[in-house]
Every structure is written in structure tokens, then in C-alpha cells.
Nanobody, 121 residues
Framework: QVQLVESGGGLVQAGGSPRLSCTASGNIHSINAMGWYRQAPGTQRELVAHITADSSATYADSVKGRFTISGDNAKNTVYLQMNSLVPEDTAVYLC???????????????WGQGTQVTVSS
């Protein structure tokens, strides 16, 4: 199996700049892409940012210009640098990875447990 472990969340003041990390481990042949999603209470999970193995990144409109996603393929790790946080960014942030466990199989999605980010005004 594959495990994703996030870190870097917590209580942050508005305007703060925390960085989230997510490392994948386990039965990994290759990782096609990794991404960050978030879910606030009473809302649907939404994509925040996504990066492919060749470093092509996409962002939700709400975070463009404030958040930056990056990856370290050698470490199976993805980062999310968050700047200029506002209270509306408060959510559980979840890491996702599209992982191939073998050349014979299509990529599968795996999820981390999530890390809470709370932005105080």
C-alpha cells in the first residue's frame, strides 16, 4: 500500500505564510501527480493546487498568486507554500497522489489524513 503523511498545518494569523509538506511512501513504482485539496466544514472538497511529475502546476482561482505548489520527485514529496492567508482559507488540507504501484497497473489515487489550517483574523 501507499501512505501519504502531511505536516505543516496549525493556527496561523491572517497574512501568514505557512508551508505544508506531504510525503508518499510504500509500494511506489512512480507518481504521476500530486495535489492539495481542502475541505471546510459544510463544504465540498475542492482542489487547491496540483502538480504533475514534469512540474506542470494548476491552481484554484481563489489561491492563484498566493499559493505555490512544488515537488521533489526524488523524495516523493509535495509542498504547498501558502502566502497572504485569509480566514476563508481555513480548512482541512488533504494531500493526494496518483501512484503507479507497478508498470502493469494504471495510477491509483491515494489520500493523506489531512492537516488542519486555521487562519485567525
Amino acid at each position: 500500500q501507499v501512505q501519504l503523511v502531511e505536516s505543516g498545518g496549525g493556527l496561523v494569523q491572517a497574512g501568514g505564510s505557512p508551508r505544508l509538506s506531504c510525503t508518499a511512501s510504500g509500494n511506489i513504482h512512480s507518481i504521476n501527480a500530486m495535489g492539495w485539496y481542502r475541505q471546510a466544514p459544510g463544504t465540498q472538497r475542492e482542489l487547491v493546487a496540483h502538480i504533475t511529475a514534469d512540474s506542470s502546476a494548476t491552481y484554484a482561482d481563489s489561491v492563484k498568486g498566493r499559493f505555490t505548489i512544488s515537488g521533489d520527485n526524488a523524495k516523493n514529496t509535495v509542498y504547498l507554500q501558502m502566502n497572504s492567508l485569509v480566514p476563508e482559507d481555513t480548512a482541512v488540507y488533504l494531500c493526494n497522489a496518483a501512484v503507479k504501484i507497478s508498470t502493469w497497473f494504471a495510477p491509483r489515487d491515494f489520500w493523506g489524513q489531512g492537516t488542519q489550517v486555521t487562519v485567525s483574523s
